[in-house]
């Protein structure tokens, strides 16, 4: 059993982190932003004041906080995780953030003698609870199957796609394909409806056929039902579709559909529904038709 340190303990992080309990795993929580969770204190992790406390009680350190910026926060922060590591000890960065910008982390925390994992995640809040997260990871060979044991705790799809920076990489690219699926089931879920047809009933039809999809069997359900509590929220997606675009203008790429997808999530903001579950794409939608699948 590992001794782990586990820093961002929030709708993600904190089912999470309660698998790695269950699996027999001794927990070490950063008490630096928020206090530690009553629920995982109680089954036995132990609270410290900073990640580099974290940093050197444990021999893993995992990471899940919003976006880059956080990262680099409790990664090299005064006392933060990389004045507690070294030799021996694995890095592990689960949050969605930039691919460039971690492999600058990387190679920082790689200088300090531990090995660095970038392992974003695919799922949800149901994944996370349910332990059947998909898990994205790039680093070495050694510091993957170390850590392999702890992924096996938290997901059931786990793939190491290479080097450092890969797992990011890997994960954008599940952001653009869930959007566009998102956008495509709000689409044609508003053009039944609008055409007079009962959504959920089409939605029942199409389960069958090769337009089923994850997407349509549970955001299709949230959008014919109105239930967009995250979930995943608005607000996150449009961050990583951000990282999408910015490299593919790094690359010289056009990615015409997630750009219109981003606009779609745009105007959902614009209504005030950035902390909205992802699903409610569609409301941007119906916004701009005057027409909602509901009747609201």
Not at 173 to 197: D, H, K, S, T
Request: proline letters at 4%; a negative charge; one cysteine or more.
């Amino acid at each position: 059993m590992a001794k782990i340190g586990f820093i961002g303990t929030g709708i993600m992080g904190k089912p999470m982190a309660q698998n790695l309990q269950k699996a027999g795993h001794t927990l070490f929580l950063s008490e630096h932003h928020d206090p530690a969770p009553a629920e995982l204190v109680e089954a036995g992790a132990i609270a410290l004041a900073n990640p580099k406390e974290v940093a050197q009680e444990a021999e893993f350190i995992i990471v899940m906080v919003p976006d880059t910026p956080q990262v680099e926060d409790v990664l090299f922060r005064e006392n933060g995780v990389a004045e507690g590591v070294g030799s021996g000890k694995v890095v592990i960065d689960m949050s969605s953030i930039s691919p460039t910008a971690t492999k600058v982390f990387a190679e920082k925390i790689k200088a300090t003698g531990a090995a660095y994992l970038d392992a974003p995640v695919s799922g949800g809040e149901v994944g996370a609870k349910a332990a059947t997260l998909s898990i994205m990871v790039g680093g070495c060979p050694n510091a993957f199957e170390r850590a392999l044991p702890l992924f096996q705790a938290m997901g059931k799809n786990i793939t190491r796609v290479g080097g450092n920076g890969d797992g990011q990489t890997a994960k954008v690219a599940n952001q653009i394909i869930v959007a566009l699926n998102i956008q495509a089931v709000a689409e044609a879920l508003l053009f039944a409806a609008r055409n007079g047809a009962d959504p959920a009933k089409v939605r029942e039809a199409l389960m069958g056929g090769f337009a089923g999809s994850k997407i349509l069997e549970v955001h299709g359900e949230r959008m014919i039902k109105g239930t967009f509590d995250p979930g995943f929220r608005i607000a996150l997606h449009q961050k990583d579709l951000n990282l999408a675009l910015a490299g593919a203008r790094e690359l010289g790429l056009n990615l015409p559909n997630t750009a219109n997808a981003q606009q779609v999530f745009s105007t959902c903001a614009a209504l005030g529904g950035s902390g909205w579950d992802h699903s409610a794409l569609i409301k941007g939608l119906e916004h701009m038709a005057n027409f909602s699948i509901r009747g609201e």
